[in-house]
């Protein structure tokens, strides 16, 4: 089973199958009742029993990521191949992003897309690199339709995605049959075709008796790269960017003393600030950056000339740092770090650090790592792109919906009044003896202590009560 997943994937159904009668030799073999919740047998603090549904997440999904953001051949085969099943779909949304892509040829049956279904029990997947050409998708207005399948059929053939593609310069009205047919190498005086008249039906007003409004064009002046999402914070570093646009030369001190970020290292906050720093400066400009973090300084010096990185998944914060050596390679930085020496009253660097511990009370400028300077194939979570490794996340993420599975469940409710006074991980090591998890499979003594223990918290002897 262990070699055969690598190469095929297995519907939920299956793998439902399989656990349920893992999980009942595992009741008899640890003399459980038959009626005890799936969620204590796959819960990773009591008898962590592996699901092949989760198993099967956790390897296809970390190896397709890496195949998609390899720079040798088998990214390129990758993406050969996701590109025929995204031109079977002939849609315009990404397939990754699709909530239920359906596709009608042989590239159903293959591999790649049933991973690509796996996706969908994630939270969010980000891909760079979506062009949006038109506008308005045929798809949108034309699947209303019965007989859509087969409209997807002759539009693909034509080429036809957009509704932009079939309408004047200026997107005011649907182009003629007749103006279309010849650039479809279709005869002008032919049936006209079913899909193009309920298009039209659904998408003209005849004879308006009303002026339509001119557009208004807006030309951006913003000059912030496009790592960052709006905000007053954003609008108060736009205004340095712009006093910067006309220096050659810039001298920044970064700290990143922080607190309460949900991280007790403060190298991400150290790399957040020199990206921050960089972000304001213009094109072919240099730069001296001082800091007191070896981390961020020694790193930089390794990574700067081995772009792009050969594995990105194994670099601690690595979207951060793919979007910070691809944006100073583009706009031709040179910059030249220097290491603050620690305690030697620096009066910039006191400055700095001065501001970094006030955080909490600064405004709040928010990173968007899925921008044109981050090239990677990248799972996130809230719109928060995740930065540690993905077999580590997705097996977290399948223990979190384990977790909720046992919260849920009636034994618990017993406890939902008390359960925020209850320590736990003190719990967990009673229960287990204080010994790892692995070790009750190869000692008589102690899976029998533990299912003793399990049945003492489930309340599942054969007390009187519960047998009335």
Known sequence: MEYHIQNIVINRSACNKILSHHIGLVNHKAKLSCTIPTSILLHPQLYNIKNIWDIQLQYHISNFIKRLNDNNLLGTTTHIRIQQIQNNLW??????????????????????????????HLDNFNIPFTIKEGSISLESILSSHSKYPTFKKQIRHHHLLFLDQLTSFDNSCLLDWKHISPRLNKITKGKIP?????????????????????????????????????????????SICNYNSYLTELTFYTDGSVIDLGNSQCSMAELVAVLLAISTASRNCSLQ?????????????????????SKPFNIPYWPIWNTLLNFIRSYNLNITFYKVIAHQDDEFNNKANQLAHCHQIALHLLSD??????????????????ELPICHCVRTICHAHILAF????????????????????????YINNNQKISNFSHSFHSSTLKSFRIKILLDDFPAPHILH
């Open 91 to 120: 849609l315009s949304t990404n397939i990754f992003l699709h909530p239920n892509p359906t596709i009608d040829g042989p590239n159903r049956y293959t591999t790649n897309f049933k991973i690509i279904q796996l996706f969908k």
């Open 194 to 238: 079913l899909w193009f008249t309920f298009l039209e039906d659904q998408t003209t007003t005849r004879n308006p008796t009303s002026i339509p409004i001119l557009p208004n064009l807006l030309i951006s002046t913003v000059q912030i790269p496009s790592f960052f999402n709006s905000s007053t914070a954003l609008d108060t570093l736009q």
């Open 289 to 309: 950056i001082f800091t007191d973090s070896q981390f961020v300084i020694s790193k930089y010096n390794s990574l700067i000339y081995t772009m792009p990185l």
């Open 369 to 386: 790592l899925q921008n044109n300077y981050n090239h990677n194939f990248t799972l996130s979570i809230d719109n928060f792109s995740i």
């Open 406 to 429: 046992w919260f849920s469940q009636n034994h618990f409710q017993q406890w939902l009044q008390i359960s925020q006074y209850i320590y736990w991980n003190a719990t967990w090591l």
